[in-house]
């Protein structure tokens, strides 16, 4: 196989090298010179061996330059091993960051990591906001309130959004930073009482915000509290979803409340922004200022990926080739769609992959909810619950069942709530 990088989206074959392919554009990774590493890459490659300790332990660099073959072997990072040697082993003297943490020099944030624990991510100060701006400049939609003082709101799971106490009741100015309204106090937006969504709406008024970012079962629930409210909030000139897959159910009872051009913003906790685009465009792009993205092909689906990231000047906890379990598809326009967790995506019997963007292909266009879960109970069982002011057509069952393929049955429930994870996020698709 030839050398191939995405060259503005394209694939460019260079000579005769096997090399893996990066989401990036061609001027983001460098021009590759023979069998030799990007200079950029190799750079970064090398700084963070410089500031963790981690990497050399588990793969010592020799000092020539970089060949793609050393690359390979390169061990991939997850997140059970980060979880397994904690977030110390990232440092030489972690007594510093302590210091570093009581002097604000340092930040720390707690994901849900995986099954075996949470995991701890520390962030030198500043870490967050500069890749943030940097994820904004990479979108046009974004753009104008990168560099300029601007008010958002966010509604998201507590832990995800804010270091703010879930058990505590904090007033509405202890929720404001640099611009910025943290709406809510708990993580089940399923169980916020009418009391809740009265303070949530009213706080939306009254900031007036350019932008409301949100996880997007979330956000579809505060368009039904505040279509229930008569309320518009016509300031607000972008909604970013992001903490969570988005189906198009969510986006379309968004849009009906808030009627503004809405942007997939993708990242984590650990690794930062990575994509951005225009919902449901299939059209988001590596944001190449913030990491480098390999992609390697995934249980042979044409043009499916796993992503390993590199993060681009992080002092502490620098991610290298880091698999973050997540699963993208690159589309003919040279976009990608991020189809979600590969522990959310479901292989038919003919091996083609079902994803949340295909059950929302199946749905009929007249149902409305506000928002669904897939859940197989079986070997060819499906369960789909979903949240509506109506019932759902009954051709809904079958279309789904349809797409699945086999002799699936699903059967629909309507139900009052869906329950999240511990994490406070939604699951759109669940297989065995």
Avoid at 248 to 255: M, T
Wanted: proline share 7%.
């Amino acid at each position: 196989m030839g050398l191939q990088i995405f060259r503005d989206a394209t694939v460019t074959t260079v000579d005769c090298i096997d090399v893996p392919l990066f989401a990036n554009r061609a001027d983001a990774l460098g021009r590759a010179s023979g069998e030799l590493l990007p200079a950029p890459l190799e750079s970064e490659i090398r700084r963070i061996y410089e500031r963790s300790p981690l990497y050399g332990a588990r793969f010592p660099l020799h000092e020539e330059p970089l060949q793609w073959g050393c690359y390979r072997e390169i061990p991939a990072l997850s997140k059970q091993e980060i979880v397994e040697r904690g977030h110390t082993a990232f440092f030489d003297d972690y007594r510093l960051v302590e210091r570093g943490l009581q002097e604000k020099r340092f930040e720390y944030e707690s994901t849900s990591g995986t099954t075996a624990g949470p995991m701890t991510v520390i962030m030198e100060e500043g870490w967050w906001d500069a890749q943030t701006r940097r994820a904004y400049r990479a979108h046009p939609l974004l753009a104008p309130f990168a560099d300029k003082p601007h008010r958002k709101c966010v509604l998201a799971p507590v832990g995800c959004s804010s270091n703010l106490c879930p058990y505590e009741d904090h007033p509405f100015p202890h929720r404001y930073f640099d611009g910025t309204v943290y709406l809510n106090l708990s993580s089940d937006p399923f169980v916020f009482p009418e009391s809740e969504w009265d303070r949530i709406v009213v706080e939306l008024q009254a900031v007036q915000p350019d932008i409301l970012e949100g996880e997007p079962v979330y956000l579809s629930l505060l368009a039904r509290a505040a279509r229930k409210r008569g309320v518009s909030v016509p300031s607000i000139k972008v909604v970013i979803l992001t903490y969570g897959k988005a189906s198009l159910q969510h986006s379309q009872r968004v849009a009906e409340v808030f009627p503004a051009p809405q942007v997939d913003l993708y990242g984590s906790t650990e690794a930062g922004y990575l994509f951005v685009g225009e919902a449901f465009k299939d059209d988001s792009r590596v944001i190449d200022e913030n990491a480098f993205v390999e992609l390697a092909p995934w249980r042979g689906a044409a043009d499916v990926f796993q992503i390993y990231v590199t993060t681009r000047g992080r002092e502490a906890m620098p991610l290298l080739r880091y698999y973050t379990g997540d699963i993208v598809r690159r589309m003919p326009t040279g976009g990608f769609r991020l189809l979600g967790r590969e522990r959310d995506l479901f292989f038919r019997e003919d091996g083609a992959v079902v994803s949340a963007s295909e059950i929302d292909a199946a749905i009929p266009a007249e149902f409305r909810c506000w928002h669904h879960s897939l859940v197989q109970t079986g070997e060819s069982r499906w369960d789909f619950h979903y949240v509506a002011d109506d019932t759902a057509p009954e051709s809904l069952a079958g279309r789904i069942a349809e797409v699945l393929g086999g002799r699936t049955r699903v059967n629909a429930f309507r139900r009052r709530s869906i329950t999240p994870a511990a994490s406070g996020k939604f699951s759109l698709l669940k297989p065995l």
